[in-house]
């Protein structure tokens, strides 16, 4: 029985508690027996909306141990695995704290604010031996995982062109605006645009140069609306763009256009489209599940069974920061082409 702690009860911590309690019921050896958030507000169920509906109205949270002090939970706490839903900056320190402990960790994405201290996570995960998880839930949600198998096929042979696109209401729904803010969340480069960026570099492994545009919006945040195009040996052309400054009855959205040799892929308004060249396009029977669940899932089996995290590695989020990195240069450069190394 693998016993959690949860870190952080915003819409993601409450997003993680929901599949938490999902998986006891139906009988996966887990439970989570302790959350801790330093908003001590939320134990009397005082929430804030997030950019993604979830089912269901404030959680139940009478059946577990409350701390609004970390290390507090670490040590009064006998857990197997540590699940960090705190804002970016804090990510490093409790990872590290939580690996000297011996714990194993999942971490929301970003990683970290940037790679140095994103190796400052690998290096205690090396140390301790134990697992660490990057939460980049896009590589567990159905239609993208869909688009992953199509393009490690091959069976509409290479991608000639890719385009991806996240955007949705400025984020004002978190505590403090700490998502807002560049110094606690990175700003919408590190934010939100970089789900489509590790969907990229899960897709097409590291660009060897990128080139982006960007501008600030919100006040005291950065990078708010964002266009990038990558670099690839075999030239095919790779873009994203990125907008959290939608108003008005926008809502959110992310989509994406694969165009194959012999056929596309578009996924848009939570419709994945399969096209091949000679023949009707379709929508495919996806699993039902949501990636979050699967994630969690993911990550508790691999601890329980002392598996391999191999569908997200520390190294591979790490990589994705560094791209991430690469485009803020370039965007402060002006769109200049900078090298990923």
């Not at 959350?35 to 950019?51: L, R, S, Y």
């Not at 990078?223 to 959110?252: H, M, W």
């Not at 997200?312 to 240069?329: K, Q, S």
Request: charged fraction near 25%; aromatic fraction near 10%; glycine fraction near 10%.
């Amino acid at each position: 029985m693998l016993k959690v702690g949860l870190v952080g009860l915003g819409f993601m911590g409450r997003t993680h508690l929901t599949n938490y309690k999902r998986l006891e019921a139906e009988g996966f050896p887990l439970r989570l027996t302790a959350i801790c958030d330093t908003d001590k507000n939320k134990f009397q169920g005082v929430f804030v909306e997030g950019n993604i509906p979830v089912a269901g109205e404030g959680p139940d949270l009478s059946g577990y141990r409350h701390y609004t002090d970390f290390e507090q939970m670490l040590a009064e706490e006998e857990l197997d695995f540590i699940d960090i839903a705190m804002p970016t900056y804090l990510h490093a320190d409790m990872t590290v704290k939580a690996f000297e402990k011996g714990l194993h960790v999942l971490c929301e994405k970003p990683m970290a604010l940037g790679t140095e201290e994103a190796r400052r996570m690998v290096e205690a995960q090396q140390r301790s031996g134990k697992k660490l998880m990057i939460a980049h839930v896009l590589r567990f949600w159905p239609e993208y995982e869909y688009l992953r198998d199509t393009v490690a096929s091959g069976r509409y042979g290479n991608v000639l062109s890719a385009h991806f696109f996240r955007g949705g209401h400025p984020p004002k729904w978190t505590h403090n605006d700490w998502m807002v803010r560049k110094e606690t969340s990175g700003g919408g480069l590190f934010d939100l645009h970089i789900h489509d960026i590790d969907m990229i570099n899960w897709l097409f492994g590291k660009p060897d140069a990128v080139s982006a545009f960007a501008r600030d919006v919100l006040p005291g945040s950065s990078f708010d609306i964002i266009s990038a195009n990558y670099v690839y040996p075999d030239r095919k052309i790779v873009s994203s763009q990125c907008d959290r400054s939608l108003t008005g009855e926008f809502g959110f959205e992310m989509a994406f256009r694969v165009n194959f040799e012999g056929g596309n892929l578009v996924y848009e308004k939570r419709v994945l489209r399969d096209n091949p060249r000679d023949g009707k396009g379709f929508s495919p029977q996806l699993p039902e599940d949501s990636g979050y669940y699967r994630e969690i899932k993911y990550c508790a089996e691999a601890i329980l069974h002392d598996r391999p995290i191999e569908r997200v590695t520390p190294l591979e989020a790490l990589t994705t920061l560094a791209i991430a990195e690469a485009e803020g240069r370039s965007a402060e450069a002006g769109g200049t082409l900078v090298d990923i190394a």
